[in-house]
């Protein structure tokens, strides 16, 4: 398998939810009308608790700055599996499964953090930018490494990033978090760009105009249900993950 550190450099920020009318004009403008910016990757999630971003350096700068966002300090790259060769889209998809299993545990053995996200298209595993050196190394038995240099796919190796890196020691890795699931079910789909414009009104009404938390505790659902949803425009490839309230909202 192949292993593509992608070229972007991402910032992830949480937006609360009462901060989302002073971002509602950048991340339209980021996701409705992407021909505008230079942005190439581009995730916004809405939880109970806040939105989450995901965004480069240029979509970046579409974003107000506001005592409502925070941003965390480090810079994350986007690595991808790619199973037979090719691009992301063209590959064979990779379960969740087998990234846990072949990428996140190794990388959790050298007590290195990552960020999941996952799209319709394919799955990224997001690193801090400071510890690539490590993650190669780590990987690097499992995977045959690439990194993406100006949209053109070249041997990691030849870049030198692991010259007079030491493997530090490995430690046995406890497990400390619990395990919650939500009850409801989720949906994952995908748009064709061309049809953007045509859903574009409910989209907006949907990501900007959910409504509250108390209008969701109002409204008496299970609180074992949770709201969510996710617009990803990466590369030209929109996916949305909703909960199945959003879904049927949006059929």
Known sequence: MELHILEHSLKVASIEKEGIEVCTHGLIKLAFLASKTRCKFFSLTETPEDYTIIVDEEGFKELPQSNLISVADATWLALNVVSGGGSASSSQPIGVTKIAKSVIAPLADHNISVFMLSTYQTDFILVRERDL????????????LFRVVNGE???AHNLGVTNGFVKPKLVPRPIIHPLSSPSNMFCVTSLDPDTLPSVATLLMDVMFYSGGSKEVAASGEDSSHIRFFSFSLIEGYIS???DEQTAKRLA
């Open 240 to 242: 949305l993950v909703m």
């Open 133 to 144: 050196p490590l993650v190669m190394h780590t990987l690097s038995s499992e995977f045959t």
């Open 153 to 155: 796919t070249v041997a």
